[in-house]
């Protein structure tokens, strides 16, 4: 597989997980003993506290210049505003390249480029882990370092462009093609490790030929993946992936604080709720102490559930509680009534505090039903669900999707012991062996504008070129890979190419993609311009001849992956893959 360098050009892979609400990092060393499991440990970047992650927060001043990240951001930030200084905390700011943002928001409004803050949170964890593994081992060569960084399977290849982009300006890499960094999609690193860190008793169940379906219940975006196993419990992990990875990127447990806020804003009404928002340190204070709520809470247990919001002081008196409990308690029905506790605390009941969860639960199973149905149809019935991710920690989860797939389905649901690092233990195991997923099933059709023989009984006649006296028709979509179908990891597709002219420096190949199976011309509805494949092809008096190209494109890795020879077979190293959508620069 040319994008990778050969196991031993490594000695250590170093495994970050980079997550909407938590982040943390893996190390484990290549070399692993015969009969033994890998050597993991995962570590909490800020190193204070017996968790093995740390929020994902990043403090900046006034200027943007780097202060803290983590935990310490937050602290930080805390004993800056008791000193009535000014800076820029960003949390969730993953969240932004959802919608490729240019800029990540501050608490409290602020702007600053997505691009730098994502690069300095990806850089403060790197230069934490070589720090660790400075410690344990001495002298660390860089180079020698297997970089392996999760993102979302529901991510696009604009998004995961972003990411290596990012890791550019953390200093992970040098260039986007760089062969020691592997994007490790994370349900896909949960699958290897919720086998290979299973009980025996559990490991031995999983034989060739079990469905297994991860559900990864992250901050910002749920994914679900359906691996098919090809290996024996005492062989090395190998599965394909049996349908398109899916989900919901705004199904994450960060979701369930938006309804909670949406409560908050009928409850304060609009002039409080303003104060609310604008108070930064009582709004993150008001959302940890309900992120402690959220999760333990669960409504068979759970009849109510205390919220404290004395960190609003002064704006919210005891007196003026009261009134806006009663002013609530009018609108709703009595199932939904709030409780006053002393002077600055309220009782959620169950049903209300269900109500922030339950949007996203109704799609996390109704997404996970369609799936087990289609495998059944399909391919094979699920035997397994994994259940990861720090959302996968909430015991009203973990009860819901018991109670609709175990009895309903008769699969097996488990929830590893630690699901919050089955993602970065996983991905560290997949850069100890990338070629565990051996296939994987495109999401998209991919293809290049490209002319064809122009036939008068399938072509339009506004489609129709005479070039050199023979009819063409241009704008044909020529399929590369059609969604749906299974793509080797090793598999790729080689095309060849010629300049129009011989002055020509530089060829740029354009890139189409569509959710359609099949597509016939570019600019059809469905059909959207991916980027483009820039290559420098030589000199202005090279002939047309010395400038042919021959371009070998890898879609079955975890992202698109493009690289170029010149006619003696030489790789061309200014052959960069731009996307048409990567706005977030």
């Known amino acids: 597989m040319a994008f990778l360098k050969e196991d031993s050009a490594f000695t250590h892979v170093i495994a970050i997980d980079f997550g909407t609400g938590a982040s943390g990092y893996g190390i484990a060393p290549r070399i692993v003993e015969p009969g033994q499991k890998p050597r993991i440990e995962v570590f909490n970047p800020c190193d204070d506290s017996d968790d093995q992650k740390t929020s994902t927060a990043i403090l900046f001043d006034d200027n943007g210049n780097f202060i803290a990240f983590g935990q310490h951001a937050l ?172 989900g919901g990127c705004e199904w994450g447990s960060k979701y369930v604080d938006l309804y909670f806020e949406q409560f908050l804003a009928d409850f304060f009404g609009e002039e409080l709720y303003a104060v609310y928002r604008q108070n930064a340190m009582a709004r993150l204070d008001i959302l940890k102490h309900f992120e402690m709520l959220k999760r333990k809470f669960n409504p068979g247990v759970e009849e109510r559930s205390r919220l404290q919001l004395s960190y609003l002081g002064e704006e919210l008196s ?89 009895e309903g389905f008769n699969i097996n649901v488990l929830v590893p012991r630690r699901p919050q690092v089955s993602v970065i233990r996983g991905a560290c195991m997949f850069g100890l062996n990338p070629r565990s997923i051996t296939s994987r099933i495109s999401k998209m059709t991919y293809g290049i504008n490209t002319l064809t023989t122009f036939d008068p009984t399938r072509h339009p006649e506004e489609k129709k070129v005479v070039i050199e006296g023979e009819d063409f028709c241009e704008d044909v979509f020529d399929a590369f ?31 189409y993609c569509t959710a359609e199976e099949n597509a016939n011309f570019v600019d059809d509805d469905t059909v959207k311009q991916l980027g483009e494949l820039s290559i420098d092809i030589g000199r202005p008096f090279q002939s047309v001849d010395d400038k042919t190209v021959k371009v070998t494109l890898l879609f079955g890795a975890t992202h698109i992956y493009a690289t170029a020879t010149n006619r003696e077979g030489t790789e061309i190293r200014n052959c960069e893959f731009k996307f048409e959508c990567a706005g977030a620069n």
Not at 134 to 146: A, D, F, M, P, Y
Not at 488 to 496: A, F, L, N, Q, Y
Not at 504 to 511: D, G, H
């Open 318 to 406: 005891a007196t003026r509680l009261g009134e806006l409990v009663k002013e609530h308690n009018k609108k709703f029905d009595a199932q939904l009534h709030i409780k006053q506790r002393g002077a600055s605390s309220i009782d959620l009941p169950a049903p209300l505090m269900n109500s922030f969860f339950k949007p996203l639960f109704d799609n996390i199973k109704s997404k996970v039903k369609q799936l087990i149905e289609q495998a059944e149809q399909k391919v094979s019935p699920v035997n397994f669900i994994f259940m990861v991710g720090g959302f996968s920690e909430s015991p009203f989860l973990k009860s819901e999707i018991k109670k609709n797939f175990e």
């Open 481 to 511: 890979v059609r969604k749906g179908e299974a793509v080797g990891i090793d598999e790729v597709h080689v095309k060849t190419y010629c300049p129009v002219r011989a002055r020509q420096t530089v060829m740029r190949i354009i890139f």
């Open 75 to 246: 602290q930080r930030y805390a004993e800056m505003l008791d000193d009535e200084e000014t800076a820029m905390l960003f949390q969730t700011y993953k969240m932004h390249l959802l919608h490729m943002d240019h800029n990540a928001k501050s608490v409290d409004n602020r702007d600053l480029p997505l691009m730098r803050v994502i690069a300095e949170s990806l850089r403060y964890i790197s230069e934490k882990a070589l720090e660790k593994l400075q410690e344990q081992v001495g002298k660390v060569v860089s180079t020698k370092i297997r970089w392996v960084l999760t993102v979302p399977a529901l991510w696009s290849e604009e998004h995961k462009h972003f990411m290596r982009k990012a890791a550019i300006q953390a200093g992970i890499i040098e260039d986007l093609n760089a062969p020691n960094l592997l994007l490790c999609l994370e349900p896909e690193g949960a699958s290897i490790q919720c086998r290979e860190d299973s009980e025996d008793s559990l490991k031995n169940q999983m034989i060739k030929g079990t469905t297994v379906m991860v559900l990864d219940c992250g901050g910002g975006t749920v994914d679900i993946t359906i691996h098919k196993l090809t290996s024996n419990p005492d062989e090395k992990f190998l599965c394909e992936e049996l349908l398109p990875s899916s």
